[in-house]
């Protein structure tokens, strides 16, 4: 029973860092339509913005907060228009290629920059284990990154459902022509999207690089998951990914503890096969009709 | 009465096609104007090119005797002009309520403001009066898209009327609603014009346009070819051949 607690904690920790990177897939699907394939890339690159930043003397925190922003200037504001702008009204497929090759370029580009061994990354908190119960010992940078992305999340719901701008993203992904008629600045509130989605990137790669080690080749693996976390949620509701994000990362713990390491991976794309089969719109998800 | 809308040889040709024709018509402070026509008339071009959608090919639009031709939809929204859609155009996913603060402008602003300021923008008392006047206070907090397709309507006409709009176009209001239900819209309707509304409205519906409409203008092939009351257009010789065919 202790160890199955301890494993729900740290599989709720991973859960969490894969919903951060799986909301953004649901965000600029919603207003957009675009399906990011460099989402990946977008968790790994961010930590090496910190490690860079480290290197020229800025200090830990400091460097923290210039990764995000780094991200949220070139992942959110370029990409946003130098790759999806010109390219949005061609259709899905062209973004998706575009994205694909973003990803490519992105993790050649920090291999050859940067390095191609695995770098070490500081923890938020110090790893030592601490007891929450009797014979329930867990990491305290586990806990960190649980409490770190719940607060991420709560504060992006909260922004999303608790103010008026938030209100206004909303509207721009619900109907973007009325919102326009209505004077909502459309253009800036898909801007807003770009940068939060960013934003959450880089929170999810300060929080899972200590755990993976920064590397180049990260985002493969974190992007699968992500989007795989998204679609079982459901790809059109944030509150899907979040949901998506923590059962995928539960269930890697737990399979890689009672059923195999070996198989641990092949856990979320099982689940995914179930809920396109079963339950296609994802667990919370609506359906949804498009015309074509 | 003054005139709140004032088109002039207004006309609109899509490639060959000449949609509208050298339309000219005023809508007066407080009326109703309905706008008729067969299939294909130009009811909805007409509209779209009074709300900025399309650029009309010649002739203007003035409000309140300022020119307003060809000004953006969302110019023309903060000047006061709304419109409703032929087709459902509401925010499925936000309550009642909140499609209702979202056309009350709450966008306006500083961004400081529209990030910590209140949620309901000082627009919630209008909002709940007009829940209120629509019969939707008991629906305030659904999802806008779990309402019934009537109830929708009701919405997207009362998203028209918040905050004080000068002048309303509701484009097919009746389509698609249950005689009850119509009723009731028309009711509602009827009454905001009482206290001050004006509006034109297309419809194919003639029991609710006759009933609701103080005047009508009567368009086929993108010309007007009739105008008057209710009762002189019923009997016009031009509005029966239109409809009827030869």
């Known amino acids: ?292 | 009465m003054t005139a709140r809308l004032e088109v002039r040889d207004l006309s609109k040709a899509f490639g060959g096609v000449a949609a509208v024709q050298g339309v000219s018509f005023d809508v007066r402070d407080g009326e109703i104007l309905g706008v008729i026509g067969p299939n294909g008339s130009g009811k909805s071009t007409l509209f779209n090119c009074i709300l900025g959608q399309l650029l009309p090919s010649a002739g203007t639009v003035a409000l309140d005797g300022s020119d307003v031709t060809g000004l953006r939809p969302s110019t023309l929204n903060r000047l006061g002009v709304s419109r409703t859609f032929q087709l459902l155009q509401v925010f499925p996913r936000l309550t009642v309520r909140e499609n209702l603060i979202l056309a009350g402008q709450e966008h306006r602003g500083s961004r400081l403001g529209r990030l910590f300021g209140a949620r309901d923008a000082g627009l919630g008392p209008e909002a709940d009066r007009m829940l209120e006047f629509f019969r939707l206070g008991a629906l305030a907090h659904e999802q806008a898209g779990s309402l019934s397709y009537g109830q929708q309507k009701l919405l997207d006409a009362a998203m028209a009327f918040m905050s004080g709009s000068r002048l309303v176009l509701l484009d097919e209001p009746a389509g698609g609603v249950n005689p009850t239900m119509l009723a009731g819209l028309r009711d509602r309707l009827a009454e905001i014009n009482r206290v001050g509304a004006t509006f034109v409205v297309i419809e194919h519906n003639m029991e609710f346009v006759m009933s609701l409409c103080t005047r009508l203008i009567v368009l086929a092939e993108g010309r007007i070819i009739a105008e008057g009351s209710p009762a002189e257009v019923r009997t016009n010789a031009a509005v029966i051949e239109a409809y009827l065919g030869h």
Do not use: C, H
Not at chain 1, 102 to 114: A, F, H, P, R, T
Not at chain 1, 189 to 197: Q, V
Not at chain 1, 250 to 274: E, F, G, K
């Open chain 1, 1 to 292: 029973m202790t160890d199955l607690l301890q494993l729900l904690i740290a599989g709720l920790a991973t859960g969490a860092i894969y919903a951060l990177a799986a909301i953004g897939f649901t965000l600029l699907w919603q207003t957009s339509q675009t399906i990011n394939f460099a989402q990946g890339e977008f968790v790994m690159v961010p930590a090496f913005f910190a490690l860079i930043a480290m290197k020229l003397g800025i200090p830990y925190v400091a460097a923290l907060v210039v990764a995000i922003l780094m991200s949220m200037l070139l992942l959110g504001a370029a990409f946003r228009y130098a790759v999806v702008g010109p390219l949005l009204n061609r259709g899905v497929l062209p973004l998706v290629i575009s994205t694909i090759a973003l990803g490519i370029i992105l993790k050649e580009s920090v291999k050859d920059i940067y390095s191609a061994e695995a770098q070490v990354f500081p923890t938020l908190l110090p790893d030592r284990n601490v007891t929450l119960l009797p014979g329930v010992t867990i990491s305290l940078a586990q806990i960190g990154v649980l409490v770190v992305a719940l607060i991420t999340i709560g504060g992006l719901q909260w922004f999303l459902a608790g103010t008026r701008t938030g209100r206004q993203m909303q509207a721009t992904a619900q109907n973007p022509t009325v919102a326009r008629i209505l004077g909502v600045p459309v253009e800036r509130m898909i801007l807003y999207t770009f940068l939060i989605n960013a934003g959450l990137a880089a929170m999810a790669s300060i929080l899972v690089s200590p755990i993976y080690l920064a590397k180049f080749s990260n985002g493969e693996t974190l992007g699968l998951i992500a989007f795989v976390a998204a679609i079982v949620g459901g790809f059109n509701q944030v509150r899907g990914a979040i949901a998506g994000g923590l059962l995928v990362g539960v269930l890697d713990n737990l399979a890689a503890a009672y059923v195999s390491t070996a198989y641990r991976q092949a856990i979320p794309l099982i689940l995914l096969v179930l809920v396109i089969l079963f339950r296609p719109q994802g667990l919370l998800g609506r359906k949804e009709e498009r015309a074509v």
